[in-house]
Protein backbone atom coordinates (compact mmCIF):
# COMPACT_ATOMS: atom_id res chain seq x y z
CA UNK A 1 0.00 0.00 0.00
CA UNK A 2 1.60 3.30 -0.99
CA UNK A 3 0.26 6.74 0.55
CA UNK A 4 1.21 9.98 -0.98
CA UNK A 5 2.42 12.54 1.71
CA UNK A 6 0.49 15.83 0.13
CA UNK A 7 0.36 17.98 3.74
CA UNK A 8 3.63 20.54 3.85
CA UNK A 9 4.87 18.98 7.53
CA UNK A 10 4.96 15.61 5.78
CA UNK A 11 6.64 17.03 2.95
CA UNK A 12 9.10 18.45 4.81
CA UNK A 13 10.19 15.69 7.31
CA UNK A 14 10.55 13.12 4.37
CA UNK A 15 12.76 15.98 2.62
CA UNK A 16 14.72 16.33 5.82
CA UNK A 17 15.34 13.00 6.04
CA UNK A 18 16.65 12.08 2.55
CA UNK A 19 18.64 14.95 2.66
CA UNK A 20 20.26 13.90 6.24
CA UNK A 21 20.33 10.53 4.60
CA UNK A 22 22.84 11.89 1.76
CA UNK A 23 25.08 13.98 3.52
CA UNK A 24 25.59 10.55 5.85
CA UNK A 25 26.26 8.31 2.84
CA UNK A 26 28.07 10.42 0.87
CA UNK A 27 30.50 12.23 3.66
CA UNK A 28 31.46 8.46 4.31
CA UNK A 29 31.95 7.18 0.78
CA UNK A 30 34.45 9.78 -0.11
CA UNK A 31 36.16 10.68 3.33
CA UNK A 32 39.40 9.00 2.46
CA UNK A 33 40.02 10.51 -0.57
CA UNK A 34 42.39 14.00 0.97
CA UNK A 35 43.59 10.93 3.06
CA UNK A 36 45.57 9.04 0.45
CA UNK A 37 48.69 10.10 1.35
CA UNK A 38 48.53 9.45 4.84
CA UNK A 39 47.41 5.90 3.80
CA UNK A 40 50.06 5.54 1.83
CA UNK A 41 53.01 6.78 4.34
CA UNK A 42 51.27 4.53 7.29
CA UNK A 43 51.33 0.99 5.33
CA UNK A 44 54.21 1.45 3.03
CA UNK A 45 51.78 1.68 -0.39
CA UNK A 46 52.32 3.45 -3.89
CA UNK A 47 49.83 5.96 -4.46
CA UNK A 48 47.58 3.53 -6.79
CA UNK A 49 47.11 0.98 -4.06
CA UNK A 50 45.99 3.62 -1.72
CA UNK A 51 43.85 5.21 -4.12
CA UNK A 52 41.64 1.46 -3.25
CA UNK A 53 40.49 2.73 -0.57
CA UNK A 54 38.04 5.05 -2.47
CA UNK A 55 37.41 2.76 -5.50
CA UNK A 56 36.59 -0.34 -3.42
CA UNK A 57 34.20 1.59 -1.61
CA UNK A 58 32.59 3.02 -5.00
CA UNK A 59 32.97 -0.54 -6.84
CA UNK A 60 30.87 -1.90 -4.22
CA UNK A 61 28.03 0.76 -3.99
CA UNK A 62 27.76 0.06 -8.05
CA UNK A 63 27.81 -4.17 -7.41
CA UNK A 64 25.42 -3.70 -4.71
CA UNK A 65 22.75 -1.35 -5.77
CA UNK A 66 20.85 -3.25 -8.06
CA UNK A 67 20.25 -6.15 -5.87
CA UNK A 68 19.49 -3.91 -3.02
CA UNK A 69 17.20 -2.16 -5.22
CA UNK A 70 14.90 -5.03 -6.01
CA UNK A 71 15.30 -6.37 -2.20
CA UNK A 72 13.62 -3.35 -1.58
CA UNK A 73 10.69 -4.66 -3.49
CA UNK A 74 9.97 -7.34 -1.15
CA UNK A 75 11.17 -5.81 2.07
CA UNK A 76 9.69 -2.17 1.34
CA UNK A 77 11.91 0.88 1.07
CA UNK A 78 12.18 2.55 4.56
CA UNK A 79 13.70 -0.61 5.87
CA UNK A 80 16.37 -0.46 3.14
CA UNK A 81 17.60 3.22 3.75
CA UNK A 82 17.49 3.04 7.27
CA UNK A 83 19.61 -0.18 7.60
CA UNK A 84 21.71 1.52 4.92
CA UNK A 85 22.65 4.75 6.73
CA UNK A 86 22.98 2.83 10.27
CA UNK A 87 24.94 0.21 8.92
CA UNK A 88 27.27 2.49 6.62
CA UNK A 89 27.89 4.64 9.65
CA UNK A 90 28.73 1.82 12.05
CA UNK A 91 31.13 1.40 9.62
CA UNK A 92 32.23 4.26 9.41
CA UNK A 93 33.10 4.04 13.23
CA UNK A 94 35.34 0.75 12.89
CA UNK A 95 37.52 2.23 9.66
CA UNK A 96 40.38 4.02 12.30
CA UNK A 97 40.28 0.64 13.95
CA UNK A 98 41.56 -1.09 11.17
CA UNK A 99 44.98 -2.90 12.19
CA UNK A 100 46.14 -3.08 8.48
CA UNK A 101 45.11 -2.08 4.64
CA UNK A 102 43.85 -5.06 4.18
CA UNK A 103 41.51 -4.93 6.58
CA UNK A 104 40.39 -1.75 6.19
CA UNK A 105 39.98 -2.72 2.48
CA UNK A 106 37.46 -5.08 3.72
CA UNK A 107 35.44 -2.60 5.71
CA UNK A 108 35.51 -0.41 2.90
CA UNK A 109 33.87 -2.99 0.64
CA UNK A 110 31.07 -3.56 3.25
CA UNK A 111 30.60 0.16 4.00
CA UNK A 112 30.29 0.66 0.09
CA UNK A 113 26.96 -2.31 -0.01
CA UNK A 114 25.41 -0.60 2.85
CA UNK A 115 25.58 2.72 1.30
CA UNK A 116 24.10 1.06 -1.96
CA UNK A 117 21.22 0.93 0.12
CA UNK A 118 20.62 4.55 -0.02
CA UNK A 119 20.85 6.08 -3.11
CA UNK A 120 19.36 2.82 -4.99
CA UNK A 121 16.60 3.11 -3.28
CA UNK A 122 16.01 7.01 -2.18
CA UNK A 123 14.05 7.99 -5.63
CA UNK A 124 11.64 5.14 -5.33
CA UNK A 125 10.46 5.55 -1.66
CA UNK A 126 10.16 9.84 -2.92
CA UNK A 127 7.58 9.03 -5.73
CA UNK A 128 5.75 7.25 -3.67
CA UNK A 129 5.00 9.52 -0.99
CA UNK A 130 5.10 12.48 -2.91
CA UNK A 131 3.59 11.39 -6.02
CA UNK A 132 5.32 12.51 -9.47
CA UNK A 133 4.02 15.98 -8.77
CA UNK A 134 6.29 16.49 -5.69
CA UNK A 135 9.31 14.06 -6.16
CA UNK A 136 11.30 16.93 -8.36
CA UNK A 137 12.11 19.55 -5.49
CA UNK A 138 12.43 16.45 -3.54
CA UNK A 139 14.93 14.73 -5.14
CA UNK A 140 17.14 18.08 -5.74
CA UNK A 141 17.08 17.96 -2.02
CA UNK A 142 18.14 14.95 -1.86
CA UNK A 143 21.00 15.73 -4.47
CA UNK A 144 21.41 18.89 -2.37
CA UNK A 145 22.31 16.09 0.68
CA UNK A 146 24.54 14.53 -1.10
CA UNK A 147 26.59 16.96 -2.76
CA UNK A 148 27.15 18.51 0.62
CA UNK A 149 28.14 15.56 1.93
CA UNK A 150 30.43 14.31 -0.49
CA UNK A 151 32.44 18.06 0.06
CA UNK A 152 32.50 17.55 3.78
CA UNK A 153 33.26 14.34 4.18
CA UNK A 154 36.30 15.43 1.99
CA UNK A 155 37.15 19.03 3.89
CA UNK A 156 36.28 17.07 7.48
CA UNK A 157 38.62 14.64 6.96
CA UNK A 158 41.38 17.09 4.95
CA UNK A 159 41.17 19.97 7.52
CA UNK A 160 41.45 17.16 10.70
CA UNK A 161 44.21 14.63 9.59
CA UNK A 162 46.69 17.32 10.70
CA UNK A 163 45.62 17.50 14.38
CA UNK A 164 44.01 14.15 14.34
CA UNK A 165 45.99 11.99 12.24
CA UNK A 166 43.89 9.63 9.54
CA UNK A 167 42.09 7.56 12.44
CA UNK A 168 41.15 10.75 14.13
CA UNK A 169 39.93 12.40 10.46
CA UNK A 170 37.81 9.13 9.83
CA UNK A 171 36.51 9.12 12.92
CA UNK A 172 35.05 12.62 13.25
CA UNK A 173 32.98 11.92 9.61
CA UNK A 174 31.92 8.74 10.88
CA UNK A 175 30.77 10.37 14.00
CA UNK A 176 29.06 13.12 11.83
CA UNK A 177 27.15 10.45 9.81
CA UNK A 178 26.04 8.61 12.75
CA UNK A 179 24.31 11.82 13.62
CA UNK A 180 22.98 12.36 9.94
CA UNK A 181 22.03 8.78 10.52
CA UNK A 182 19.79 9.07 13.51
CA UNK A 183 18.25 11.87 12.28
CA UNK A 184 16.81 10.12 9.16
CA UNK A 185 15.37 7.23 11.45
CA UNK A 186 13.83 9.34 13.44
CA UNK A 187 12.33 11.68 10.37
CA UNK A 188 11.59 9.72 7.58
CA UNK A 189 7.72 8.38 7.97
CA UNK A 190 7.30 4.96 8.24
CA UNK A 191 5.34 2.67 5.61
CA UNK A 192 1.52 2.74 6.15
CA UNK A 193 -0.03 -0.55 7.58
CA UNK A 194 -2.67 -2.32 5.30
CA UNK A 195 -6.00 -2.33 7.32
CA UNK A 196 -7.29 -5.58 8.41
CA UNK A 197 -10.71 -7.23 7.72
CA UNK A 198 -13.08 -7.94 10.03
CA UNK A 199 -12.48 -11.99 10.91
CA UNK A 200 -9.36 -12.03 9.83
CA UNK A 201 -8.47 -13.83 12.93
CA UNK A 202 -10.61 -16.86 12.89
CA UNK A 203 -9.98 -20.37 12.52
CA UNK A 204 -11.65 -20.61 9.50
CA UNK A 205 -10.35 -17.82 7.33
CA UNK A 206 -6.94 -18.50 8.72
CA UNK A 207 -7.03 -22.07 6.87
CA UNK A 208 -8.78 -20.35 3.57
CA UNK A 209 -5.74 -17.95 3.86
CA UNK A 210 -2.56 -20.08 5.05
CA UNK A 211 -1.74 -20.79 1.32
CA UNK A 212 -1.85 -16.87 -0.04
CA UNK A 213 1.52 -16.42 1.14
CA UNK A 214 3.73 -18.72 -0.88
CA UNK A 215 1.41 -18.03 -3.88
CA UNK A 216 2.08 -14.22 -3.09
CA UNK A 217 5.59 -15.10 -2.91
CA UNK A 218 5.79 -16.51 -5.96
CA UNK A 219 3.80 -13.38 -7.50
CA UNK A 220 5.49 -11.00 -6.24
CA UNK A 221 9.25 -12.62 -7.51
CA UNK A 222 7.63 -12.56 -11.29
CA UNK A 223 6.84 -9.01 -10.41
CA UNK A 224 10.15 -7.88 -9.49
CA UNK A 225 12.28 -10.14 -12.42
CA UNK A 226 9.19 -8.25 -14.31
CA UNK A 227 10.16 -5.30 -12.75
CA UNK A 228 14.05 -5.47 -14.11
CA UNK A 229 12.98 -5.99 -17.56
CA UNK A 230 10.86 -3.00 -18.16
CA UNK A 231 13.25 -1.18 -16.50
CA UNK A 232 15.75 -1.57 -18.94
CA UNK A 233 13.29 -2.40 -21.96
CA UNK A 234 11.51 1.16 -21.07
CA UNK A 235 13.57 4.08 -23.84
CA UNK A 236 12.74 7.41 -21.54
CA UNK A 237 14.46 5.25 -18.56
CA UNK A 238 17.71 4.13 -20.53
CA UNK A 239 17.96 7.50 -21.99
CA UNK A 240 18.22 8.63 -18.20
CA UNK A 241 20.78 6.20 -17.48
CA UNK A 242 22.99 7.17 -20.40
CA UNK A 243 22.69 10.87 -18.99
CA UNK A 244 23.80 9.65 -15.91
CA UNK A 245 26.63 7.58 -17.16
CA UNK A 246 27.73 9.80 -19.47
CA UNK A 247 27.60 13.20 -17.48
CA UNK A 248 29.43 11.96 -14.33
CA UNK A 249 32.07 10.17 -16.38
CA UNK A 250 32.37 13.55 -17.65
CA UNK A 251 32.43 15.53 -14.22
CA UNK A 252 34.52 12.61 -12.86
CA UNK A 253 37.32 13.11 -15.35
CA UNK A 254 37.92 16.57 -14.56
CA UNK A 255 37.94 16.98 -11.00
CA UNK A 256 40.16 13.53 -11.66
CA UNK A 257 42.63 15.79 -13.67
CA UNK A 258 41.64 19.01 -11.89
CA UNK A 259 44.91 17.99 -9.04
CA UNK A 260 47.49 18.04 -11.98
CA UNK A 261 45.95 21.20 -13.62
CA UNK A 262 46.45 23.62 -10.79
CA UNK A 263 49.51 22.34 -9.25
CA UNK A 264 51.54 22.18 -12.84
CA UNK A 265 52.43 25.12 -14.97
CA UNK A 266 51.45 27.68 -15.30
CA UNK A 267 48.96 27.92 -12.43
CA UNK A 268 51.71 25.93 -9.89
CA UNK A 269 49.06 26.06 -6.83
CA UNK A 270 49.72 24.25 -3.59
CA UNK A 271 48.28 21.24 -3.32
CA UNK A 272 46.64 22.35 -0.25
CA UNK A 273 45.78 25.34 -2.06
CA UNK A 274 44.44 23.01 -5.36
CA UNK A 275 42.24 21.08 -2.79
CA UNK A 276 39.81 23.88 -2.01
CA UNK A 277 38.63 23.36 -5.76
CA UNK A 278 36.07 20.87 -4.02
CA UNK A 279 34.01 23.90 -2.47
CA UNK A 280 32.61 24.44 -5.90
CA UNK A 281 30.85 21.09 -4.24
CA UNK A 282 28.51 23.90 -2.73
CA UNK A 283 27.22 25.10 -6.34
CA UNK A 284 26.04 21.79 -6.98
CA UNK A 285 24.16 21.76 -3.60
CA UNK A 286 22.44 25.00 -4.74
CA UNK A 287 21.74 23.84 -8.49
CA UNK A 288 20.01 20.47 -7.44
CA UNK A 289 17.67 22.12 -5.66
CA UNK A 290 16.72 25.00 -8.31
CA UNK A 291 16.65 22.06 -10.93
CA UNK A 292 13.38 20.94 -9.58
CA UNK A 293 11.81 24.40 -9.82
CA UNK A 294 13.09 24.60 -13.32
CA UNK A 295 11.00 21.36 -14.27
CA UNK A 296 8.01 22.77 -12.81
CA UNK A 297 8.17 25.56 -15.10
CA UNK A 298 9.88 24.45 -18.44
CA UNK A 299 9.72 20.89 -18.22
CA UNK A 300 12.55 17.61 -17.98
CA UNK A 301 13.77 17.69 -21.67
CA UNK A 302 14.56 21.62 -21.70
CA UNK A 303 15.88 21.66 -18.13
CA UNK A 304 18.09 18.41 -18.74
CA UNK A 305 20.08 19.88 -22.01
CA UNK A 306 20.18 23.59 -20.33
CA UNK A 307 22.53 22.06 -17.39
CA UNK A 308 24.20 19.54 -19.65
CA UNK A 309 25.03 22.92 -22.13
CA UNK A 310 25.81 24.68 -18.79
CA UNK A 311 27.88 22.15 -17.84
CA UNK A 312 30.04 22.09 -21.47
CA UNK A 313 30.60 25.79 -20.74
CA UNK A 314 31.92 25.52 -17.50
CA UNK A 315 34.80 22.89 -18.66
CA UNK A 316 35.21 25.55 -21.62
CA UNK A 317 35.69 27.86 -19.23
CA UNK A 318 38.94 26.18 -17.71
CA UNK A 319 40.46 25.95 -21.12
CA UNK A 320 42.64 29.38 -20.69
CA UNK A 321 45.69 29.29 -18.65
CA UNK A 322 43.71 31.81 -15.97
CA UNK A 323 43.51 30.56 -12.36
CA UNK A 324 40.09 33.23 -11.84
CA UNK A 325 38.48 31.68 -15.63
CA UNK A 326 40.19 28.18 -13.56
CA UNK A 327 38.20 28.71 -10.87
CA UNK A 328 35.12 29.82 -12.57
CA UNK A 329 35.02 27.39 -14.70
CA UNK A 330 34.18 24.22 -12.15
CA UNK A 331 32.10 26.37 -10.42
CA UNK A 332 29.69 26.41 -13.65
CA UNK A 333 30.19 22.74 -14.42
CA UNK A 334 29.54 21.90 -10.83
CA UNK A 335 26.42 24.00 -10.82
CA UNK A 336 25.45 22.16 -14.40
CA UNK A 337 26.81 18.75 -13.63
CA UNK A 338 24.43 18.76 -10.50
CA UNK A 339 21.34 20.31 -12.10
CA UNK A 340 21.63 17.92 -15.08
CA UNK A 341 21.90 14.63 -12.22
CA UNK A 342 18.93 15.76 -10.44
CA UNK A 343 16.43 16.35 -13.35
CA UNK A 344 18.03 12.81 -14.71
CA UNK A 345 17.22 11.11 -11.55
CA UNK A 346 13.89 12.39 -11.04
CA UNK A 347 12.93 11.94 -14.50
CA UNK A 348 13.77 8.29 -14.20
CA UNK A 349 11.74 8.20 -10.97
CA UNK A 350 9.07 9.53 -12.12
CA UNK A 351 8.75 7.43 -15.19
CA UNK A 352 9.27 4.21 -13.82
CA UNK A 353 6.04 1.91 -13.18
CA UNK A 354 4.97 1.25 -10.11
CA UNK A 355 6.33 -2.29 -10.08
CA UNK A 356 9.61 -1.22 -11.91
CA UNK A 357 11.04 1.95 -9.74
CA UNK A 358 12.98 0.31 -7.19
CA UNK A 359 14.84 -1.88 -10.19
CA UNK A 360 15.29 1.64 -11.81
CA UNK A 361 16.44 3.24 -9.14
CA UNK A 362 19.13 0.92 -9.00
CA UNK A 363 19.80 0.96 -12.71
CA UNK A 364 20.35 3.89 -12.71
CA UNK A 365 23.05 4.37 -9.90
CA UNK A 366 24.50 1.41 -11.24
CA UNK A 367 25.04 3.61 -14.23
CA UNK A 368 25.94 6.71 -12.50
CA UNK A 369 28.83 5.21 -10.48
CA UNK A 370 30.23 3.20 -13.83
CA UNK A 371 30.41 6.44 -15.39
CA UNK A 372 32.14 7.54 -12.42
CA UNK A 373 34.71 4.29 -12.65
CA UNK A 374 34.93 4.38 -16.56
CA UNK A 375 34.91 7.93 -17.15
CA UNK A 376 37.18 9.09 -14.58
CA UNK A 377 39.80 6.42 -15.77
CA UNK A 378 39.52 7.40 -19.15
CA UNK A 379 39.60 10.99 -18.57
CA UNK A 380 42.64 10.30 -16.76
CA UNK A 381 44.40 8.24 -19.50
CA UNK A 382 43.69 11.18 -21.85
CA UNK A 383 44.99 13.58 -19.85
CA UNK A 384 47.95 11.83 -19.50
CA UNK A 385 48.28 11.28 -22.99
CA UNK A 386 47.32 14.78 -24.95
CA UNK A 387 46.72 17.29 -22.00
CA UNK A 388 43.59 19.56 -20.76
CA UNK A 389 42.55 20.55 -24.40
CA UNK A 390 41.60 17.33 -25.55
CA UNK A 391 40.49 16.37 -22.12
CA UNK A 392 37.81 18.71 -22.80
CA UNK A 393 37.29 17.54 -25.99
CA UNK A 394 36.27 14.64 -24.88
CA UNK A 395 34.35 15.53 -21.91
CA UNK A 396 32.34 18.15 -24.12
CA UNK A 397 31.66 15.28 -26.83
CA UNK A 398 30.39 12.85 -23.98
CA UNK A 399 27.91 15.49 -23.27
CA UNK A 400 26.77 16.05 -26.36
CA UNK A 401 25.68 12.45 -26.58
CA UNK A 402 24.27 12.63 -23.35
CA UNK A 403 21.77 15.23 -24.81
CA UNK A 404 21.17 13.16 -27.52
CA UNK A 405 20.44 10.49 -25.39
CA UNK A 406 17.54 12.90 -23.58
CA UNK A 407 16.18 13.45 -27.12
CA UNK A 408 16.27 10.12 -28.69
CA UNK A 409 12.92 8.75 -27.10
CA UNK A 410 10.84 11.64 -27.71
CA UNK A 411 11.66 11.19 -31.30
CA UNK A 412 10.66 7.81 -31.12
CA UNK A 413 7.35 8.65 -28.70
CA UNK A 414 6.58 11.40 -32.03
CA UNK A 415 7.44 8.74 -35.18
CA UNK A 416 5.18 6.25 -33.34
CA UNK A 417 2.36 8.61 -32.88
CA UNK A 418 3.08 10.02 -36.56
CA UNK A 419 2.57 6.26 -37.55
Known amino acids: MVTVTRDRPGVQRVTVAVAAAGVCSFALLYAP ?48 IVASVLASA ?82 VVGALSLLCALLTVVTLPRSPRPKREQGTFTPAKREQRSPAPTGAGRGRLRSVVGGVVVAVRTPVLLAQYGVALLAMGSFVALYNAAGFR ?81 VANGWAAAEAPAHARGQSSGLYTLAYYLGSSVGGTAGSVIYGHAGWGWLIAAVTTWLALAALSCCSPLRRAARFRRG
Not at 69 to 79: D, F, Q, Y
Not at 284 to 301: C, E, I, N, P, Q
Open 33 to 80: QPLLPQLAAEFGLDPGRASLAVSVGTGALAVAVLPIAVLSELVGRRPV
Open 90 to 171: VLGLLLPLAPSFEVLLVLRALQGVAIAGFPGVASAYLVERLGRAGVAAAVGAMIAGNTVGGMTGRLASGFTTGPLGWHGALA
Open 262 to 342: LTGDPLNLSPAVASLVFLAYAMGAVSSVTAGRLVARFGRRRSQLVALAVTALGGALTLPDSLPLVVAGFIVLTAGFFATHA
